[in-house]
């Protein structure tokens, strides 16, 4: 059954994983009309294919590196089918990049808890949430996180609380002083612009509803019955537990307000969610519930390209 198959991680069970994606990426390009013969195209479409592998690739190193799960592939799986549920996530450039930048960042907040270069870790932390920034402005909420982690960790001295700061500037000072130099502020503005949307009429389709609605049923049932769990109990995960839940928190706020709603956002919630949810699969006791799960997120991600 999947569940028992996922449940150690092995090399050759991520490359499977890795040919899952690559195949919802093909199917989508397919079936959304954004396959354009050309060889140009060709080499973009491989390009972007390479920092997909590099996004999951990050993602697994970050939790199993973190032990923000127990040693199986269920969060891997779940990032991979939710990724070709929302298929917009696949080609949206600006948000995987974006992601992209704020894994390294997360990599760095959820190592907090080592005594080992904190002062590195917070200016990495907070530098890599000013890139992503960069890329696209309201991934700067993140920098909150920074300053969760601080909290959570016992590590908010006066210099670590400005340190991530300096870090975040940086990047924003440099792409300043870029648009100062060519006479361009208001390209600046353009980029830093935190523009809203609160119209959710998108979500309607059925390709968008029906997947949201599954994965936040789970998720919520995920959050009520592990965190009890994790808080009373196991002294392992429960610090990192509140980061994962402040980060859900930032990610909910940042897809409610993005102007962008056509599933692409969802990119920045399935980090905290399928961490969350995989924690709660492999501590279900029902193997037969634990299949029924994850072969209902499988059969979502295909047949979402039917619809």
Not at 57 to 69: D, E, G, M, P, R
């Amino acid at each position: 059954m999947i569940a028992n198959f996922f449940s150690k991680s092995t090399p050759a069970k991520v490359f499977y994983l890795m040919a899952l994606l690559s195949l919802y990426y093909l199917m989508f390009l397919v079936t959304g009309n954004n396959l354009i013969m050309s060889l140009s195209n060709f080499f973009k479409n491989i390009a972007f294919w390479a920092v997909l592998v590099l996004f999951l690739l990050v993602f697994s190193f970050i939790i199993k590196k973190n032990k923000l799960t127990l040693d199986s592939l269920y969060a891997l799986f779940l990032m991979v089918v939710l990724m070709g549920s929302f298929g917009e996530t696949m080609i949206y450039k600006n948000i995987v990049f974006s992601n992209l930048f704020l894994l390294f960042s997360f990599r760095k907040i959820y190592s907090l808890k080592s005594q080992l270069s904190t002062k590195i870790k917070l200016f990495d932390a907070g530098l890599w949430v000013g890139v992503a920034t960069v890329v696209y402005s309201w991934s700067g909420l993140f920098l909150i996180l920074i300053y969760v982690g601080l909290l959570i960790y016992q590590k908010g001295t006066f210099k670590n609380l400005c340190i991530p700061i300096v870090g975040f500037f940086m990047p924003l000072f440099l792409m300043f002083t870029y648009f100062f130099y060519f006479d361009n502020v208001d390209g600046f503005m353009s980029i830093m612009e935190l523009n809203l949307s609160l119209d959710f009429t998108a979500y309607n389709n059925l390709k968008l509803l029906i997947p949201i609605a599954f994965l936040s049923t789970i998720l919520l049932w995920s959050v009520i019955f592990e965190t009890p769990r994790i808080v009373l109990v196991s002294n392992r995960l429960r610090q990192a537990w509140k980061v994962i839940l402040s980060q859900l928190l930032l990610s909910i706020i940042i897809v409610v307000v993005l102007p962008v709603k056509n599933g692409s956002e969802m990119l920045y919630l399935l980090f905290p969610a399928t961490v969350i949810i995989a924690n709660y699969l492999s501590k279900t006791r029902s193997s037969s519930f634990r299949n029924l799960i994850m072969y209902v997120f499988l059969i979502i991600s295909a047949g979402i390209y039917f619809l």
